[in-house]
């Protein structure tokens, strides 16, 4: 890790610009007790902060190597109190002090906390996945394309490897929005602020409903789903034993699961979800999943893109394996967890062998 800190009272240019920001949301928004009114200013800071994160950058050497660093910053909503946005920041730094891998990303400060703020810095890349996918407007790289996925998808899913084979740690937030791109070759995992260390027995609690009814349902597993639902509680008659004949919750299968979510959204631009409630057994594209049988009726809402696909298979003299392609989505998004690929039958599928790993 790079010994880097920063005495931001020395900044005076980022410290007026961050003061002067924070006034300009006070005036929009006064404090209220009230939590949930605070925990809507906070995201309103968050987000107006956002543009500094992004802005602040240092340029270090370490090995000779010159890197970019980025602030990674939560702003008090008042002087010396401290939210869940400060808790998580800390847990990521936690878990980022024990990791060690080409594809997962690097600190590059101790982390800091004063009267207005918790921060830390670490290495910026060019441009998040989400990023890359929705918005390929980068004029210094080439056309995007399946193989740029297929090196971005082996590359994170060795880190994920790592995280659940060495270190027993599970990532919980893996979307496009995580997986950072420093050039065509490279791509590394971010945010471990829901990370945490895995469980022998994550059996179903009010504690895990907690942890996960507020989240984003985009990338979340379905067993996930149904909890968040509140369609399983301990006492019912269905219980999570009936759908998956255990009571136990496997985070690296739903991150296995996010992943594949990831994968999807990457290639194919959108949700394999006909609404927005995610990847519930009863929507009308995602139930397809459920069975070989039904894999034909789920991959006929996408035919066009994978006509698309073959079209530029031929233009390009490629050889994307769409069927591959196909298999490796199907059974890293399988309704059940124990049928789910784990990360080394991932890092091994034919679809993402020849792949560049830097």
Known sequence: ?????????????????????????????????????????????????????????????????????????????????????????????????????????????ELK??????????????????????????????DYDLNEVRNCIKQIALALHYLHTELHISHNDIKPENIIMFDKNLFKLADFGYAKQLEKALIYSSDLYNKWKYRCKEY????????????????????????FNNCYIDETKTDVFALGMSIFVMIFSVLPFKTQEGAFFEDEIFQYLDSKSSYVSFWMNFKDILNE?????????????????????????????????????????PWLQDTINP
């Open 113 to 142: 906390s004063d009267c207005k703020s918790c921060y830390f810095t670490l290495e910026k890349g060019f441009c998040d996945m989400y990023d890359r996918t929705f918005r390929q407007d980068h004029s210094n790289l080439k």
């Open 1 to 109: 890790m790079l010994n880097i800190s920063y005495d931001y009272s020395q900044n005076t240019v980022f410290q007026k610009q961050q003061d002067s920001k924070i006034q300009k949301i006070l005036q929009k928004k006064r404090l209220n007790s009230n939590t949930s009114d605070n925990d809507k200013y906070q995201q309103l800071i968050l987000q107006e902060t956002q543009s500094l994160q992004k802005s602040f950058q240092s340029n270090q050497c370490q090995n000779g190597e010159q890197i970019t660093c980025f602030l990674k910053e939560v702003v008090h909503k008042q002087l010396d109190y401290h939210t869940k946005q400060c808790y998580l920041l800390e847990n990521e730094y936690y878990f980022l002090c024990q990791i060690s891998h080409p594809h997962i990303i690097k600190l590059a400060s």
């Open 220 to 243: 979340m597993a379905p067993e996930l789903i149904q909890i968040v639902n509140n369609n399983i509680t301990i006492n019912s008659k269905k219980t999570l034993t009936d759908i």
């Open 309 to 349: 696909f073959e079209k530029e298979e031929k233009a390009r003299q490629q050889n994307y394996g769409i069927e591959n392609l196909k298999d490796l989505l199907e059974n890293m998004l399988c309704h059940n967890p124990q049928e789910r690929f784990n990360t080394l039958q991932i890092i091994t599928h």
